[in-house]
């Protein structure tokens, strides 16, 4: 009989499943016992197991926050004892994905095993509609379920045209107004949270106040915004995973200033679904919906039903998913060239060493 985790009171509160504990036998029967990263440091993480955290080591032989290194939310096989060791990662259901800050080809995982995407905007300052078209691609491509969370609604006076304008731009997905002050619809959201959850969101929104709301105590950083334009500065400086006191986990990351998708084609569909569906109705189906003649695109635009905004957001998200995914492709090439040459270099050595015996 393989060893299984019964203890509720331990990595249950942070998601552990019997399907995991089935999935983990093989890790089990090789001495290993499962963990979740709640935070990656350089070269070090914080494992929660069943019997509490431990600092671990894990190799790094790929780049920092790339697919195949640890990341907060990841279930992991921990080699216990004096100095704890990640030795594999168990398969994510989700991730979160963005291009790397250093314009790589490689993604930057910012959570994983995400079950519910909070996207929270201030209230504060005019919705960027662009900033939240990318938050959401980032979302649906993640395979979570985003929902919007305007926050800061002591702050203004008539949130309700910005409830719309999100709605408008998210069909489909909550949207709550809410404000730490005064508690609105913080309940609401606490009750709409399952499992891991994840805050995302530009500086200044105010993720780490509200996390401390629904975490029921001051465990985030938080800090003031600038007055001229409500942008705040970097409180949260890295990932954590906390648990949350109703059931299941919260994950709080720092401002995203920058949002370069990677690999979001399905994510881009499920937010510009509309102009998906009138894109089936062109005269040509590689129609670039600029001037070519019988385009369904430019004929809604034309009738008002559909904001050149928004096309115009949806066809420079395209580019830049596109170019990632070259870039990506071209790795995988060059890789694909060094591990054949590798290859090659192997068996001619090989060839070298029988040629030279007796």
Avoid at 214 to 234: C, F, I, N, S
Avoid at 265 to 281: C, K, N, P, S, Y
Wanted: glycine share 8%; hydrophobic share 40%.
């Amino acid at each position: 009989m393989p060893h299984t985790n019964t203890d509720s009171s331990g990595l249950s509160r942070y998601g552990w499943t019997d399907a995991l504990d089935r999935a983990f036998t093989e890790h089990y029967e090789a001495g290993l016992v499962p963990a979740r990263i709640s935070r990656v440091d350089r070269g070090l993480c914080t494992a929660i197991t069943a019997s509490g955290p431990a600092r671990a080591t894990f190799a790094a032989p790929h780049p920092p926050g790339s697919l195949l290194t640890p990341c907060t939310g990841d279930w992991a096989a921990l080699r216990p004892g004096a100095e704890p060791h990640v030795v594999a990662l168990m398969p994510r259901h989700s991730a979160i994905v963005r291009s790397s800050a250093s314009r790589s080809s490689h993604g930057q995982v910012l959570a994983a095993n995400v079950d519910t995407v909070v996207i929270a905007l201030s209230l504060a300052t005019p919705l960027d509609a662009a900033k939240l078209e990318r938050l959401l691609a980032l979302a649906w491509e993640s395979g979570a379920q985003p929902v919007i969370v305007l926050t800061k609604a002591d702050l203004v006076h008539a949130p309700e045209p910005v409830r719309a304008q999100a709605e408008a731009l998210a069909p489909g997905v909550d949207v709550l107004v809410t404000s730490v002050a005064t508690g609105q619809n913080v309940d609401v959201l606490a009750a709409r949270l399952r499992g891991t959850s994840v805050l995302l969101g530009p500086s200044g929104a105010g993720k780490s106040s509200l996390g401390n709301v629904l975490l029921g105590e001051e465990v985030l950083a938080t800090g003031t915004v600038r007055a001229q334009d409500g942008k705040g500065r970097h409180t949260t400086v890295r990932r954590e995973l906390l648990p949350l006191p109703g059931g299941g986990v919260l994950i709080d990351t720092p401002g995203l200033r920058g949002i370069s998708l990677h690999d979001a084609a399905d994510g881009l569909e499920q937010v510009f679904a509309e102009i998906e569906d009138l894109a089936a109705h062109c005269r040509f189906g590689d129609c670039g919906h600029d001037t070519e003649p019988g385009c369904a695109v430019q004929a809604a635009i034309s009738a008002g039903e559909l904001p050149e905004r928004r096309l115009r957001s949806y066809q420079k998200l395209q580019r830049e998913n596109a170019w990632a995914a070259s870039r990506t492709d071209a790795r995988l090439r060059d890789e694909r060239v060094q591990q054949k040459k590798a290859i090659t270099s192997h068996l001619r050595a090989t060839y070298r060493f029988r040629d030279r015996q007796p």
